[in-house]
T-cell receptor, first 117, second 111 residues
Framework: AQTVTQSQPEMSVQEAETVTLSCTYD???????LFWYKQPPSRQMILVIR??????QNATENRFSVNFQKAAKSFSLKISDSQLGDTAMYFC??????????????FGTGTRLKVLA | KAGVTQTPRYLIKTRGQQVTLSCSPI?????VSWYQQTPGQGLQFLFE???????NKGNFPGRFSGRQFSNSRSEMNVSTLELGDSALYLC??????????FGPGTRLTVL
């Protein structure tokens, strides 16, 4: 069974600094998708970035980028120039297609990031 | 497009009661998934509906059930509530092979 592990329950970073959130996963599939979601305090969960496993190039969205290591099954999120608004719970998620043609999502337990002024 | 909406936003119930939560997906999204979020446990997958059919189910007891209507709106029902059912219940909608869009959640407190 697929699993997603986020080994850092909490992290903090100074404003304007860079922080990296770790995520590892386990799967025997070759084609799948990986996501990072952000859940600000008392606010809605939103997608930060996505990565298709068949793409070797790491995804980038403005200050957010990933380090996707397929062989190591690692998918870390790097936040550059951290801002106070980046304070949130971050979830790593894995999605693949099941044998019945449906899509299955598995989420990690989350990393609570606090950006310090 | 309007986002995913969930009602009610907050709910307080007592043990033994039952509760029904509602989710309206983004227009055009036919897949609706439900998750239970508790501190330290992350998001636990409950079930997914597509075109009124349950396609996937997580490891939750039969007290948790759901359904989807022809307009893709979905409801989740929990019967015989227990204290441990206190959680944030999230609904997410998606199109095929794409990321999920989440609603604001329903915070359920069981006393």
């Amino acid at each position: 069974a697929q699993t997603v592990t986020q080994s850092q329950p909490e992290m903090s970073v100074q404003e304007a600094e860079t922080v990296t959130l770790s995520c590892t996963y386990d799967t025997s599939e070759n084609n799948y998708y990986l996501f990072w979601y952000k859940q600000p305090p008392s606010r809605q969960m939103i997608l930060v970035i996505r990565q298709e496993a068949y793409k070797q190039q790491n995804a980038t969205e403005n200050r957010f980028s990933v380090n996707f290591q397929k062989a190591a099954k690692s998918f870390s999120l790097k936040i550059s120039d951290s801002q106070l608004g980046d304070t949130a719970m971050y979830f790593c998620a894995f999605m693949d297609e099941t044998t019945s043609g449906t899509y299955k999502y598995i989420f990690g337990t989350g990393t609570r990031l606090k950006v310090l002024a | 497009k309007a986002g995913v909406t969930q009602t009610p936003r907050y709910l307080i119930k007592t043990r033994g009661q039952q509760v029904t939560l509602s989710c309206s997906p983004i227009s055009g999204h036919r897949s609706v998934s439900w998750y239970q979020q508790t501190p330290g446990q992350g998001l636990q997958f409950l079930f997914e509906y597509f075109s009124e059919t349950q396609r996937n189910k997580g490891n939750f007891p039969g007290r948790f059930s759901g359904r989807q209507f022809s307009n893709s709106r979905s409801e989740m029902n929990v019967s015989t509530l227990e204290l441990g059912d206190s959680a944030l219940y999230l609904c997410a909608s998606s199109q095929r092979n794409n990321e999920q869009f989440f609603g604001p959640g329903t915070r359920l407190t069981v006393l």
